[in-house]
């Protein structure tokens, strides 16, 4: 008998922010498969590793190299590892930061797994956005209010995007923190912007407003703010 791939979301950081199915997958799963991307990566293995004893660990490696050929290419190569271990009726766990269906590189590989007749199951995980809202005490969205999920990374229509109605949420900003920054600050929204570091991690930083950001990490390099940051934007102010 064949195996099974799952792919479980373990959430933005706090190992208690596991869901219980999630928990209950990893451990029924012999194989775990950890992606290796240069960034979060290290971080999902930390948040199930007290879970991991005596499983065999399979370390996939993604391109983060912006050709698409070679992107494609090592998406394949880890989709190929897996099969092997499916083939062998082991099941498999992916996990990934987050969930699985948002900004993951687990998708790509569950589409190709797919195809080949194997099958798969997504276990869904909170999201770093959904984390922070909760550790602002604010709602992302209420009402009819839209909500927009941008990644930090597409600067170049940065502006395009933020003249879509409701309210933000740029993930990853990384190195594009200080563009975005600016362009909201333009726009009148630094009273409206929230910033989160490092959600739920060690090292928890959460900033009311973009004056009170900039204050904070004062004598810091704004466009090293890095992977763990994101950015919440309120299209309307808060109603009092």
């Known amino acids: 008998m064949k195996g099974k791939l799952y792919g479980i979301g373990v959430g933005p950081g706090d190992p ?21 991307t240069g960034k979060g990566e290290r971080t999902a293995f930390s948040i199930v590793e007290q879970y991991l004893g005596g499983k065999e660990l399979l ?30 009726g082991k099941d498999v766990g992916y996990i ?29 995980g909170i999201t770093s956005f959904a984390g922070a809202a909760a ?23 940065i502006s395009e995007l933020l003249d879509c109605p409701g309210n933000k949420v740029i993930m990853k900003s990384g190195e594009s923190l200080s563009h975005v920054i600016r362009e909201l600050k333009e726009r009148g929204y630094a009273d409206r912007t929230k910033i989160a570091c490092r959600v739920s991690l060690d090292g928890q930083r959460l900033y009311e407003s973009i004056e ?29």
Do not use: W
């Open 212 to 240: 009170a950001y900039e204050a904070g990490i004062s004598g810091e390099n704004v466009t090293n703010a890095g992977y763990f940051t994101l950015v919440i934007v309120k299209e309307q102010p808060p109603t009092t």
């Open 96 to 124: 990934t930061l987050g969930d699985p269906t948002t900004y993951s590189t687990y998708m790509y590989v569950h589409e190709i797994i797919v195809a080949l007749g194997f099958k798969a199951e997504v276990i869904p």
């Open 59 to 88: 370390e996939c490696r993604f391109a983060m190299d912006r050709d698409m050929a070679k992107r494609k290419e090592a998406r394949q190569a880890a989709a190929n590892e897996i099969v092997q271990f499916l083939e062998a």
């Open 135 to 157: 550790a602002f005490g604010t709602a992302l969205c209420e009402d009819d209010e839209v909500l927009t999920i941008i990644p930090g990374r597409h600067h170049g229509t």
């Open 16 to 36: 208690e922010l596991l869901t219980i199915k999630a928990v209950n997958t990893i451990n029924k799963c012999s194989v775990i498969a950890v992606p290796k």
